[in-house]
Nanobody, 120 residues
Framework: QVQLVESGGGLVQAGGSLRLSCTASGRTFAGHLMGWFRQAPGKERETVAQITWNAGSTFYADSVKGRFTISRHNARNTVYLQMNNLKPEDTAVYYC?????????????WGQGTQVTVSS
């Protein structure tokens, strides 16, 4: 059974930075499109960023463009999300997962996520 583990969240002031990491036990990310997602209280989960298996292409939600950077290290089976200039509206639980294609159902069971809280 694949288990996704997200880490790196925390409490930060507006304008601050955090770096999230995602690893998986029991399965490799190699070959998969990987994404970071977030869910704020009372809202649906949304896609934040995606990266192709060879890191050749990335996608960002308009709300995070220019502030967030997704990257991956396949040998370490890890996906990262560098978040700069954080805003209070970035407060959410952040998750990672693999997709067969953009918008397709997630490949793996969702992990616990990591809480990001941005204070104003």
């Amino acid at each position: 059974q694949v288990q996704l583990v997200e880490s790196g969240g925390g409490l930060v002031q507006a304008g601050g930075s955090l770096r999230l990491s995602c690893t998986a036990s029991g399965r490799t990310f190699a070959g998969h499109l990987m994404g970071w997602f977030r869910q704020a209280p009372g809202k649906e989960r949304e896609t934040v960023a995606q990266i192709t298996w060879n890191a050749g292409s990335t996608f960002y939600a308009d709300s995070v463009k220019g502030r967030f950077t997704i990257s991956r290290h396949n040998a370490r089976n890890t996906v990262y999300l560098q978040m700069n200039n954080l805003k209070p509206e970035d407060t959410a639980v952040y998750y990672c997962n693999a997709e067969q294609s953009p918008g397709a159902p997630p490949v793996f069971p969702w992990g616990q996520g990591t809480q990001v809280t941005v204070s104003s």
